[in-house]
């Protein structure tokens, strides 16, 4: 048979149950309706002030950065970052024949390094970027001194190129024991144009050309009268015998 508890048992009981009703009351009533939607807007306000002092901090550099901007915009070293030309097609085959003899200027160090294939690509024109961009697809058979070298050149010198991709693969004739040899490179490069110089236009308040016209002179309608009636000459046919 079950044992009934005892008063203190049964008060101990009673306290836990109402304790459990108490929180679901508190959890049902204030906390999932107050105080939660309460800590939500604390953390977007918070969230805000935050994104509010990096905003301000920016504008506050506004002119400095202006400044920078425009200083090196006057720097002869920044034009020279940039690819020369305006035509995508054309500097796409100058950056292809650049790194063609970026590659050459390294072929004898090592085991060397030569071009296997290359393609330029000119991708479509972004408007989100200042600048247009061109890039060179180059798979070479180049041993890792002269692969070095060739990169850092790349990095460090102008104009400035990107590597957007490179992979590196052991040549599957090599050796399996030993040095690699020559590895299988491929480089994809990306470099930028130089903006376009802009058409100086003619000013609004310009007075156009007139066209050249010849000017003809309307003979008087009197004048044109007077020369209708006067007799003409006779010809020599008609003139009397003597």
Request: hydrophobic share 40%; net charge negative; proline share 10%.
């Amino acid at each position: 048979m079950r044992r009934e508890l005892t008063p203190r048992e049964r008060r101990g009981a009673a306290l836990i149950a109402l304790a459990l009703v108490l929180w679901a009351a508190w959890w049902l009533l204030v906390q999932s309706w107050f105080l939660d939607p309460l800590s939500d807007l604390q953390d977007q306000a918070d969230t805000l002030r935050h994104q509010e002092q990096r905003y301000a901090g920016a504008l506050a550099q506004r002119d400095s950065l202006e400044q920078q901007l425009q200083a090196a915009r006057r720097d002869p070293s920044s034009r020279s970052s940039l690819l020369p030309g305006e035509d995508p097609s054309a500097v796409a085959a100058d950056l292809m024949q650049r790194s063609l003899d970026l590659v050459k200027a390294h072929a004898d160090q090592g085991p060397g390094c030569q071009v296997t294939q290359r393609m330029p690509i000119t991708p479509e024109r972004d408007s989100a970027e200042p600048y247009r961009q061109v890039k060179v697809s180059l798979t070479l058979d180049c041993a890792m001194e002269p692969l070095v070298a060739l990169l850092h050149e790349l990095e460090y010198g102008q104009p400035f190129l990107f590597i957007d991709n490179l992979s590196i693969r052991r040549a599957t004739s090599a050796p399996a024991t030993g040095g690699a040899g020559r590895l299988q490179v491929h480089l994809l490069l990306r470099g930028y144009l130089q903006q376009a110089a802009p058409h100086k236009a003619l000013p609004s308040n310009a007075p156009a050309a007139e066209p050249e016209t010849e000017s003809r002179q309307q003979p008087d309608p009197a004048e044109q009268a007077d020369l209708d009636e006067q007799p003409e000459p006779p010809t020599p046919s008609e003139e009397p015998d003597a």
